[in-house]
């Protein structure tokens, strides 16, 4: 990804940020830090026991260590139709939290998702989880498919989101998100966005335009 595509985040959140201001809602966190150094990513891997996948270990490095971007709709804002459920837009990550996020995904998977055979429980496995959603669910990058990263879900609780891939890869995946807000991160937020194939967050698709008209973001 390139430094534009990196401005271009930045600018597709403040374009957010307006939004949700001119309708009286909560920014409750916007702001990015300085990238990484090679030796605070280094101690990373070390404290995990592997290798961060690449898409991740870039966008820590080239953009930022530590991200956080949260607004809610104020009370009373509805959108309509398969929007009717969105009222807020999280991202965050940062390597400070990614160990405690992998640890508590761990604990998931003794307690309650340990079957690697079983189609739900194995979804749990060989992830690295970077974002918590706080009900218990989780974004994660797939480990278990050499060559390639995707962007999952994983919920504790039969959510439809469960195992979706919303992007390629983790770079991908902050790109096409800041280009719908960061929107979620509850699956019932997001899922309205995946095209019809079930792969990946579409900032182009029917509801994204009715979503951002909405909202008068032009993008």
Known sequence: MSQTNYQEIVENWSRYVDAIKKIDGEIQASSHELPATIDEVSKLENDLGF????????????FSKKVEFRWFF????????????????????????????????????DDVFPNREDPYDAVWHDKLTFHDVGNGD????????????PVVYLSHDDGEGHGVELAPNFKEYVLL???????????WQWLPFIDENRQ???????????????????L
Not at 138 to 149: H, R, T, W
Not at 205 to 213: P, T, V, Y
């Open 200 to 218: 990946y967050l579409n900032p182009a698709s029917k509801n994204a335009m009715l979503f951002k008209e909405a909202l008068g973001i032009k």
């Open 51 to 62: 290798v961060l996948p690449s898409s991740l270990k870039t966008v820590l490095l080239e």
């Open 74 to 109: 104020p009370d009373g804002f509805e959108l309509e139709g398969p929007l009717n459920q969105i009222f807020s837009g999280d991202t965050h990550w940062s390597l400070e939290w990614i160990v405690q996020f992998n640890n508590d995904k761990k604990g998931w998977i």
């Open 138 to 149: 989780y974004f994660a990058i797939d480990l278990s498919q050499p060559g390639k990263e």
């Open 177 to 187: 998100s800041s280009r719908l807000g960061s929107v979620g991160g509850e699956d």
